[in-house]
C-alpha cells in the first residue's frame, strides 16, 4: 500500500512540475520606438499619416501599371525557379505538419513471422505468428504537442518564405523593367545627340576646310563625337544585360523584352514627373502595421514561436515517458506447438523515467533556450533594419523629388545655351571650345534627368517593399 502511494505522490508530482509544458507561444519581445527615423525637418516618419493607408496595402498590380511590366510580373511568378521551389517546401512542411498530428494515435503493425524447424533427421516442426501490433505514446507532459506546434510554425516560415521570395521577384521585375527604359531613354538622348554632333563636326570641317578653324577644333569636335558613339554602344550593351536578367528570373532563353516608352503611360503624370513625386503614395501608415505586412518581420517571430516550442519540448525531456503496447493474434507456438493455432492477447504499459543520460537532456535543454534567446535578439535587429531601410527610401524619395525640379530646369537653360553658343560661331563670336562645352554640360544634364526618375522610381519600389508590400 505505501508502494502504491508513492507512486501516486511521484505521478502528481510531475504533473504539477510539467505545468507549463502545454503553454502556447505569445509574443512578448519588446522592439524599439520610432523605428521610421525622422525625415530631414526632423519630424518622424509616420507621426503625420496615424490611421491612414499606406502604401503597402495597395496591390503590386496598383503601383505597376503599365500593362506589359504586369505582364512581365505575371510571367517570372508563374516560372521562377525559386518560387517553385518555396511552394514545393510549403508542400514538404505540410506533409510534417501532417505526421505531426498523426503522432497522437497509436501506431499498429501487422508483422507476421514463420520457421521451419528439424532435428536429427526428425519431421520439420513449422511455426508461425500473426500478430497485430500496437504502440501508443502517451503525450502525459507535451512532448508530442510541442512538436506538433513546431512543425506548424515550420509550415509557416516557409508560407512567409514563398511570400517573402514572390515579393522580391515582383520588385526586381520592376527594377529591371524601370532600368530598360531608363537606358532606353539614355539611347534616344544619345542618338540625338549623336546626330547633332555629327552635324557641328561637319561644320567645324566646312570652317577648317575653308580656312576658318583650326584643325584643332575639328579633333576635339571629332573625339567628343567618337565619345557618344562609344557611350551608345555601352548603353546597347547594358540593354542586353538588363534584358538577361529579365529572362532569367522567367527561368526564359535570352529574348527580346517588350516595354513602353519611358515617361508614358499611367504611371507618369502630364508634366512629365512619375506619379512617385505625388504626395499620396508616400504615406507611410503606422509601424504597426509594418510589423504585420513584412514577411521577414513575421518570419522572424515564427523563428521565435519555434524556438520556443523547441525549448518546451526540450524541457519535457526530463519528465517519463509512458508507452502502451499491445498484441493480438494467432500463433501455434505458446509453449507447445499446437495447430490449428490459437488467439493469443498480450498488453504491456511501461514508463521510461530519465535519471542519468550523461548530461544530454539538460545540455539539449539549455541549448534550446539560448536558441530562442538568441533569435529574441534577431527579431528586435529586424525590426531595427526594418525601420532604416524605410527611413532611407524615404529620404531617396525626398531627394530625388527635390532634385526632379533642378534637373529639367538644368536642362531646359543648357539646351537654350547650347543653341545660343552654335549659333554665335557660326556668326564667328564664340570658339569651338564654348560648343564643347555646352554640349557636354547638355548631354550630362539629360542623362542626369534620366538617372534621378530611374533613381526616383528604385526609391518607391524600396519604400514599397520596406513597408511590407507586394503581398496582395
Same mark, same amino acid.
Given at each position: 500500500m505505501k508502494i502504491k502511494n508513492i507512486l501516486i505522490a511521484a505521478l502528481v508530482g510531475s504533473l504539477l512540475t510539467g505545468c507549463g509544458l502545454y503553454d502556447k507561444y505569445e509574443q512578448k519581445v519588446e522592439t524599439p520606438s520610432g523605428?521610421?527615423?525622422?525625415?530631414?525637418?526632423?519630424?518622424? *516618419? =509616420? !507621426?503625420?499619416?496615424?490611421?491612414?493607408?499606406?502604401?503597402?496595402?495597395?496591390?503590386?498590380?496598383?503601383?505597376?501599371?503599365?500593362?506589359?511590366?504586369?505582364q512581365l510580373i505575371e510571367q517570372v511568378l508563374a516560372n521562377n525557379t525559386d518560387l517553385n521551389s518555396a511552394r514545393i517546401a510549403i508542400e514538404k512542411s505540410e506533409a510534417a505538419l501532417k505526421a505531426a498530428k498523426l503522432a497522437y494515435l497509436p501506431s499498429l503493425f501487422f508483422s507476421p513471422q514463420g520457421s521451419l524447424s528439424s532435428f536429427d533427421g526428425a519431421p520439420v516442426t513449422k511455426v508461425y505468428n500473426?500478430?497485430?501490433?500496437?504502440?501508443?505514446?502517451?503525450?502525459? *507532459? =507535451? !512532448?508530442?504537442?510541442?512538436?506538433?506546434r513546431a512543425a506548424k510554425a515550420i509550415l509557416l516560415q516557409s508560407q512567409l518564405n514563398e511570400e517573402s521570395v514572390r515579393v522580391n521577384l515582383i520588385s526586381a521585375t520592376a527594377q529591371q523593367y524601370y532600368l530598360l527604359q531608363m537606358l532606353d531613354r539614355e539611347l534616344d538622348i544619345l542618338i540625338q545627340t549623336d546626330s547633332l554632333w555629327k552635324a557641328s563636326l561637319d561644320t567645324q570641317t566646312a570652317l577648317w576646310e575653308n580656312g576658318q578653324a583650326f584643325s584643332t577644333a575639328v579633333n576635339q569636335q571629332e573625339a567628343s563625337w567618337l565619345s557618344v558613339k562609344a557611350q551608345i554602344a555601352d548603353v546597347r550593351r547594358n540593354i542586353r544585360s538588363a534584358e538577361n536578367s529579365i529572362c532569367s528570373l522567367m527561368a526564359a532563353t535570352p529574348q527580346h523584352i517588350n516595354r513602353s516608352k519611358w515617361l508614358s503611360g499611367a504611371q507618369h503624370s502630364a508634366s512629365g514627373g512619375q506619379y512617385i513625386f505625388d504626395n499620396k503614395f508616400l504615406?507611410?501608415?503606422?509601424?504597426?502595421?509594418?510589423?504585420?505586412?513584412?514577411?521577414?518581420?513575421?518570419?522572424?517571430?515564427?523563428?521565435?514561436?519555434?524556438?520556443f516550442y523547441n525549448t518546451q519540448g526540450a524541457r519535457a525531456a526530463f519528465f517519463p515517458t509512458i508507452t502502451l503496447t499491445g498484441s493480438a493474434g494467432w500463433t501455434n507456438n505458446n509453449g507447445i506447438i499446437v495447430n490449428p493455432g490459437k488467439l493469443l492477447l498480450s498488453a504491456v504499459a511501461s514508463l521510461a523515467q530519465p535519471i542519468f543520460a550523461r548530461g544530454q537532456i539538460k545540455a539539449n535543454y539549455k541549448i534550446a533556450q539560448l536558441t530562442e534567446e538568441d533569435l529574441q535578439k534577431k527579431y528586435v535587429q529586424t525590426v531595427i533594419d526594418a525601420g532604416n531601410q524605410v527611413n532611407e527610401a524615404m529620404a531617396d524619395c525626398e531627394t530625388a523629388r527635390e532634385?526632379?525640379?533642378?534637373?529639367?530646369?538644368?536642362?531646359?537653360?543648357?539646351?537654350?545655351?547650347?543653341?545660343g553658343t552654335h549659333e554665335l560661331m557660326n556668326n564667328g563670336k564664340a570658339s569651338y571650345i564654348e560648343v564643347l562645352t555646352a554640349q557636354e554640360s547638355l548631354l550630362n544634364a539629360q542623362l542626369s534627368e534620366a538617372q534621378n526618375l530611374y533613381d526616383a522610381t528604385q526609391a518607391v519600389i524600396a519604400l514599397y517593399i520596406a513597408l511590407g508590400g507586394g503581398a496582395k
Open positions: 523605428i521610421f527615423g525622422n525625415n530631414a525637418n526632423g519630424q518622424a *516618419f =509616420g !507621426s503625420t499619416a496615424e490611421g491612414s493607408a499606406s502604401v503597402a496595402q495597395m496591390s503590386w498590380r496598383d503601383i505597376f501599371t503599365d500593362p506589359l511590366l504586369q500473426l500478430p497485430l501490433q500496437l504502440s501508443w505514446d502517451v503525450d502525459l *507532459f =507535451g !512532448s508530442i504537442t510541442n512538436k506538433k504615406k507611410l501608415g503606422v509601424p504597426a502595421d509594418m510589423l504585420n505586412l513584412r514577411p521577414d518581420i513575421r518570419l522572424a517571430n515564427c523563428y521565435m514561436e519555434e524556438a532634385k526632379q525640379g533642378y534637373y529639367h530646369r538644368q536642362v531646359e537653360v543648357l539646351h537654350e545655351a547650347y543653341k
